[in-house]
C-alpha cells in the first residue's frame, strides 16, 4: 500500500489478490474511503453495508454518464495512460438514471422473472449433466473451463438465440474489456464485439424469432422504444452480464467449500442446506467486488464523509457483505447462517435482473458437482490460486481441480 502525493491511498496490484484484508481496515477507519485503484483512478469507495445500500439505492449517486462531464480525465492520476473504452456498448440500463432507466428495464424485466427461469431447469440440468458426462474418466481439469464457464454462457445463448459456434471468442472479447488489459487490446476487442452484436442484430432483423433479442430489435423498429445504440448496447449487458459473474459464482463456491471442509461435509449430509449455501457463497466471496461506477453530480454527505460533486464513487460488495455490524464473524462460512440482505447481486432500481437465474444456476452446478465427484484442489499447495486482475470481478484466473468418481 503507497500513499500518493495528494495524500489518498493507492491500492496496489497485491490488494486484487487479498482484497479482503485491505477492505477490514478500511472499514474499520470509516465507512467511506478516499483510494486511488490500481489503475490510477481516483474514486470513494463505500465498503460499510450501512452506507452500501445507501450509495446504491440513492439517486444522489447518479448513474447517467451522458450527462456527466470527462470524469476519467479528471481523476486519473498524473502520469497515468488514459484508456479510451469504446462508447458503442456504454448505452445500457446499468449506465442510467430514470426515466430512461425505466424505460429499458421494462422491456426485458419480464423476460427474466423467478418463474420463467425455474422453467428452465430441466435445460440447465441437461446442460450441467452434459459438461460432467465429459468431465468423466479424467482425474484433474480446469473447473471454470469445464463448468463454471461453458455452463452460463451456453444457457444464456439459449435463452437469447445467439449462435454458440463465437462463444470461446466472446469469452476473450468480454475478458478483456472487464479486466485490466492495454488499450491495443481493448480497441481489437471491442472492435470484434461490436461487430458480433451488429451481425446478430441484423440476423434477428431479418428472421426474427420468438427469443428476446429479436422483442427487442421489434421494439427498436416499431415503437421506437430504443434507439440502435441502445439495442447494442442491451445485447452486450445481457450477454456479458448474463455469464462473467455467475461462472465466479460457481468457482468461488467450490473453492469455498475446499477449504472449509466442514460445511461441505454438512451440504453433503444435508442437500437442503443447498440453496442456503449458494447465498453464503455470494455473501463471502460473492463474483462481483465493487459494484459499477456512480457519481456524485453535487456534493453528497455519506456515512458522515463530505463527497464533493463530481467524484466517482465506488460500493465494495465484497466489503458490505462482510461488515461485522451486519453478518457477525463474517470471515467464517456458515452454510446455515441468516443471509439475508446481503448486497452481492447490488440493492435498489438496478438490482440483478439475471439473480433468479444465477442462484438456479449456481446450486444445479455446485449441487450436481458434489453428487457425481471427490474434489480436491489441484496442483503444488504453494502455487497459490491467482484471482483476476480487476476490482469489478472477484474470480478465481484458473482453477484446477482433482477429481475422483463418488
Ligand atoms: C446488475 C451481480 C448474474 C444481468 C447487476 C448488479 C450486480 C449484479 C451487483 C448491479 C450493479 C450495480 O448496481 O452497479 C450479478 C451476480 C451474478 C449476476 C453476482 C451471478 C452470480 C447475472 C445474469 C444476468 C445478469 C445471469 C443475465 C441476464 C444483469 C443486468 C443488470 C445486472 C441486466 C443491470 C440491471 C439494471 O441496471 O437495472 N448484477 N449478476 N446478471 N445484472 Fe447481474
Known amino acids: 500500500m503507497q500513499t500518493t502525493?495528494?495524500?489518498?491511498?493507492?491500492?496496489?496490484?497485491?490488494?486484487?489478490?487479498?482484497?479482503?484484508?485491505?477492505?477490514?481496515?478500511?472499514?474499520?477507519?470509516?465507512?467511506?474511503?478516499?483510494?486511488?485503484?490500481?489503475?490510477?483512478?481516483?474514486?470513494?469507495?463505500?465498503?460499510?453495508?450501512?452506507?452500501?445500500?445507501?450509495?446504491?439505492?440513492?439517486?444522489?449517486?447518479?448513474?447517467?454518464?451522458?450527462?456527466?462531464?470527462?470524469?476519467?480525465?479528471?481523476?486519473?492520476?498524473?502520469?497515468?495512460?488514459?484508456?479510451?473504452?469504446?462508447?458503442?456498448?456504454?448505452?445500457h440500463m446499468l449506465n442510467m438514471d430514470p426515466p430512461d432507466h425505466t424505460r429499458m428495464r421494462k422491456l426485458v424485466n419480464k423476460a427474466f422473472t423467478a418463474r420463467r427461469m425455474e422453467a428452465l431447469r430441466p435445460r440447465i440440468q441437461e446442460i450441467t449433466d452434459r459438461l460432467l458426462d465429459e468431465m468423466e474418466g479424467r482425474s484433474e481439469v480446469d473447473l471454470l473451463d469445464a463448468l463454471a464457464f461453458p455452463l452460463p454462457i451456453t444457457v444464456i445463448c439459449e435463452l437469447l438465440d445467439v449462435p454458440l459456434d463465437q462463444r470461446d471468442?466472446?469469452?476473450?472479447?468480454?475478458?478483456?474489456?472487464?479486466?485490466?488489459?492495454?488499450?491495443?487490446?481493448?480497441?481489437?476487442?471491442?472492435?470484434?464485439?461490436?461487430?458480433?452484436?451488429?451481425?446478430?442484430?441484423?440476423?434477428?432483423?431479418?428472421?426474427?424469432?420468438?427469443?428476446?433479442?429479436?422483442?427487442?430489435?421489434h421494439a427498436s423498429e416499431d415503437d421506437d422504444r430504443l434507439n440502435e445504440a441502445e439495442l447494442i448496447s442491451m445485447a452486450f449487458l445481457l450477454l456479458v452480464a448474463g455469464h462473467e459473474t455467475t461462472v465466479?459464482?460457481?468457482?468461488?463456491?467450490?473453492?469455498?467449500?475446499l477449504r472449509n471442509p466442514d460445511q461441505l461435509a454438512l451440504l453433503l449430509a444435508d442437500r437442503s442446506l443447498l440453496g442456503n449455501a449458494v447465498e453464503e457463497f455470494l455473501r463471502i466471496d460473492g463474483p462481483?467486488?465493487?459494484?459499477?461506477?456512480r457519481y456524485t453530480a453535487e456534493e453528497a454527505e455519506l456515512g458522515g464523509v463530505t463527497i464533493p460533486a463530481e467524484e466517482f464513487v465506488l460500493v465494495s460488495l465484497l466489503s458490505a457483505n462482510r461488515d461485522p455490524e451486519k453478518f457477525p464473524e463474517p470471515a467464517k462460512m456458515d452454510i446455515t447462517r441468516a443471509?439475508?440482505?446481503?448486497?452481492?447481486?447490488?440493492?435498489?432500481?438496478?438490482?440483478?435482473l439475471g439473480a433468479p437465474l444465477a442462484r438456479l444456476e449456481g446450486a444445479v452446478a455446485i449441487g450436481s458437482l458434489l453428487d457425481r465427484f471427490d474434489l480436491d484442489l489441484a496442483g503444488e499447495p504453494s502455487q497459490a490460486l491467482k484471482w483476476k486482475d480487476s476490482t469489478l470481478l472477484h474470480g478465481l484466473e484458473r482453477f484446477p481441480i482433482s477429481l475422483s468418481p463418488r
Open 169 to 217: 471468442d466472446f469469452r476473450i472479447w468480454s475478458g478483456t474489456l472487464l479486466t485490466d488489459s492495454t488499450q491495443e487490446e481493448i480497441n481489437e476487442a471491442a472492435a470484434s464485439m461490436y461487430a458480433f452484436l451488429a451481425g446478430l442484430i441484423q440476423s434477428k432483423r431479418e428472421n426474427p424469432g420468438d427469443d428476446i433479442f429479436s422483442a427487442l430489435v
Open 5 to 91: 502525493e495528494a495524500g489518498f491511498e493507492k491500492l496496489g496490484a497485491e490488494y486484487l489478490q487479498d482484497p479482503h484484508a485491505v477492505h477490514e481496515r478500511l472499514r474499520e477507519v470509516g465507512p467511506v474511503s478516499e483510494l486511488v485503484l490500481p489503475r490510477g483512478l481516483k474514486v470513494w469507495v463505500v465498503t460499510r453495508h450501512e452506507e452500501a445500500r445507501i450509495a446504491l439505492s440513492d439517486p444522489r449517486f447518479s448513474k447517467n454518464f451522458a450527462a456527466a462531464g470527462d470524469l476519467f480525465g479528471k481523476h486519473l492520476q498524473p502520469g497515468v495512460a488514459r484508456r479510451e473504452f469504446d462508447q458503442s456498448f456504454a448505452s
Open 248 to 257: 465466479n459464482l460457481i468457482g468461488n463456491g467450490v473453492l469455498g467449500l
Open 288 to 293: 462481483i467486488n465493487m459494484a459499477t461506477f
Open 339 to 352: 443471509t439475508g440482505g446481503h448486497v452481492a447481486f447490488g440493492h435498489g432500481i438496478h438490482f440483478c
